[in-house]
């Protein structure tokens, strides 16, 4: 079992900034992903960005140019930037190496307008 431990989160102003922290712990391998996820009331999770082992990156449309993820070992950053009202949701750290997928509790990001 892996272990996900999120920080960071809260209210912030359109056109502001935040950062998410998740650290894994546990039986975590060497070869993994580990991303971000989030889910916006009436809305199915969506995935927001993903980064390798290697250090490879993938990042949703919607985020692009704005967000960026970061890792050291096992811990993930979101750095995100040019926050918008639609990035309010619960967002949610995600741990995948093959056939393990473990999730953390979710934190809540709100933009207001």
């Known amino acids: 079992q892996v272990q996900l431990v999120e920080s960071g989160g809260g209210l912030v102003q359109a056109g502001g900034s935040l950062r998410l922290s998740c650290a894994a712990s546990?039986?975590?391998?060497?070869?993994?992903?580990m991303g971000w996820y989030r889910q916006a009331p009436g809305r199915q999770r969506e995935l927001v960005a993903i980064i390798s082992s290697g250090g490879t990156t993938s990042y949703a449309d919607s985020v692009k140019g704005r967000f960026t993820i970061s890792r050291d070992k096992n811990t993930v950053y979101l750095q995100m930037n040019s926050l918008k009202p639609e990035d309010t949701a619960v967002y949610y750290c995600?741990?995948?190496?093959?056939?393990?997928?473990?999730w953390g509790q979710g934190t809540q990001v709100t933009v207001s307008p």
């Open positions: 546990g039986s975590t391998l060497s070869t993994n992903i």
């Open positions: 995600n741990y995948y190496a093959h056939p393990l997928r473990s």
